[in-house]
């Protein structure tokens, strides 16, 4: 995150041609969204779609994250390209990537460890750093190499080799997956393994494993790269309609693709399994073909000077994306080290208030997560998105 606060012209004021108000959106709603279901008031009573596959399988829950990292692949081509016209050379452009890496990783250890900082249970895997090694690496490669063919041998690289090596690199003390033991168990597998002789159980979001570990990054770059690609096609000479076309097409391609594959190797998202990458993907990309066609093509068709009251909402969170998931992540450490005078967390207490009000569990949950994004969106609307302040990651 550029350390400070940038002043800019509110982003539905930009012309299309120069800014894309569906990624924005998309993002917006991706954030909110992530933030809804990472902060449920009882994460087990939780209505389904808000939670995570156990394992194998998918959940909208388990679309965030991937929808999110691809926006990242688009936001890469976009922002290059501004940056280019602006007078950058390559290596601005190289140093500008290295230090916002370096941002996001350290931002990635205060969502993780605020707000006590313990050095001997610090995770350093996570959703900031997942997102900054992805950026740092395809961001580099995308600079140096700008073309479309090497982004697509690339994700073809990441994902056959990370099922290759799943599916082929015998376990130390277990055996070889789909013939000693099973395929994609959820300890005896090479990303827990390697991540077991990285760092000590207190550094591993589960233990004995992370969802983020680090050779799962393998193919979390190849949804970066279906972002890449998807930043290519939208800077590409065609109309509107046929790059949402051409979106409809792949993301239909790639569920197609990704539920053939789903039969060997199965979707997964604490894995992050190449069949997951794709159908993810696939879906990210049918969305980005929805509000293309609802934001960006009905408002050129229908152009209004006014923003309709469910932009603005997504937009307070798209535009300021990373600040909004760094205060709803801090907040809820901060507020939930807090406890009560008979030993309940605070925000805990406040779930238990509204569900003495609401005795159906799963709704009292929602409500309360609704609570929570409001919370949110208030703070970063009256203080950032309100005084025309998006900071820039």
């Known amino acids: 995150m550029s350390t400070q606060a940038v002043r800019t012209p509110s982003p539905e004021l930009k012309t299309p041609s120069r800014r894309l108000l ?13 933030i809804l279901v990472n902060d449920n008031g009882d994460e087990h009573a939780a209505y389904w779609p808000l939670k995570h596959a156990a394992w194998n ?31 950058a050379n390559k290596a601005s452009l190289l140093f500008h990537v290295v230090r916002r890496a370096v941002i996001l990783f350290l931002l990635g250890l205060v969502v993780n460890s605020a707000p006590f900082f313990h050095l001997a249970t610090m995770r350093y895997y996570g959703v900031l750093p997942r997102i900054a090694l992805c950026y740092l690496i395809v961001a580099t490669f995308y600079i140096l190499f700008p073309g479309w063919r090497s982004k697509v041998v690339a994700l073809v690289v990441a994902l056959v080799g990370y099922w290759a090596l799943m599916r082929f690199v015998p376990i130390p003390g277990y055996g070889v997956p789909g013939r000693d033991i099973p395929l994609l168990d959820h300890d005896a597998n090479l990303v827990a393994w390697i991540d077991r002789h990285i760092f000590s159980a207190q550094h591993l979001y589960e233990g004995t494993r992370d969802p983020e570990g680090l050779l799962s990054t393998l193919p ?26 051409g979106f409809l097409v792949a993301g239909t391609a790639g569920i197609i693709l990704g539920a053939l594959w789903n039969f060997s190797f199965p979707v997964n998202k604490k894995m992050w399994t190449s069949s997951y990458v ?5 879906i990210s990309l049918l969305l980005i073909t929805l509000f293309i066609w609802i934001a960006d093509i009905r408002t050129a068709k229908e152009p209004s000077t006014k923003t309709s009251v469910w932009k603005t909402f997504l937009l307070v969170f798209g535009t300021n994306a990373i600040s909004s998931y760094v205060l709803s992540e801090v907040m809820d450490s901060c507020l939930g080290s807090i406890h009560t005078h008979n030993g309940v967390e605070f925000l805990h207490a ?16 929602l409500v309360y997560s609704l609570c929570y994004v409001g919370v949110c969106w208030l703070v970063i609307y009256f203080v950032l998105y309100r005084n025309k302040i998006f900071i820039k990651i």
């Open 350 to 365: 406040c779930y238990l208030g509204i569900h003495s009000v609401i005795a159906n569990a799963p709704f009292a949950s």
């Open 278 to 282: 794709l159908v993810a993907g696939g």
């Open 57 to 87: 399988g998918l959940t909208p829950t388990d679309l965030i994250f991937p929808t999110f990292l691809l926006l990242v692949g688009v936001t890469i081509v976009l922002s290059t390209a501004k940056r280019l016209q602006e007078g």
């Open 22 to 34: 569906s990624i924005d959106l998309l993002r917006g709603l991706t954030l909110g969204f992530m």
């Open 220 to 245: 979390a770059l190849g949804t970066t790269l279906i972002g890449v690609l998807a930043g290519l096609w939208l800077r590409t000479s065609r109309s509107l309609v046929q790059k949402a076309r």
